[in-house]
Nanobody
Framework: QVQLVESGGGLVQAGGSLRLSCATS????MGWFRQAPGKEREFVTA????????SYADSVKGRFTISRDDAKNTVYLQMNSLKPDDTAVYYC??????????????WGQGTQVTVSS
């Protein structure tokens, strides 16, 4: 069974930074989605299986960076210049295919990110 274990969420002031981590049991194409209260889950960013391609939602371009460490089977989401609108539960997502085309099969438990104004 595929396990995705997330960490790194928390409370931060606007303009601050957080780094999320997601450890997996094997190597996959990886991504992050988020869901704010009362809203649908939305795509944030993804990185390909090889790490050679990345994709970002327009709302986070230039502020968020996704990366992977395949020796540790871990993907990271570095979030800078955070805004209150970034407040959401962030979910790690994994599959063998390219994730911006749609969510993959496997999900983490979610980690809360709260940005105060």
């Amino acid at each position: 069974q595929v396990q995705l274990v997330e960490s790194g969420g928390g409370l931060v002031q606007a303009g601050g930074s957080l780094r999320l981590s997601c450890a997996t049991s094997s190597r996959y194409a990886m991504g992050w989605f988020r869901q704010a209260p009362g809203k649908e889950r939305e795509f944030v960013t993804a990185i390909s299986w090889s790490g050679g391609s990345t994709s970002y939602a327009d709302s986070v371009k230039g502020r968020f960076t996704i990366s992977r460490d395949d020796a540790k089977n871990t993907v990271y989401l570095q979030m800078n210049s955070l805004k209150p609108d970034d407040t959401a539960v962030y979910y790690c997502n994994a599959d063998l295919r390219w994730l911006p085309t749609g969510p993959g099969k496997f999900w983490g438990q979610g980690t809360q990110v709260t940005v105060s104004s």
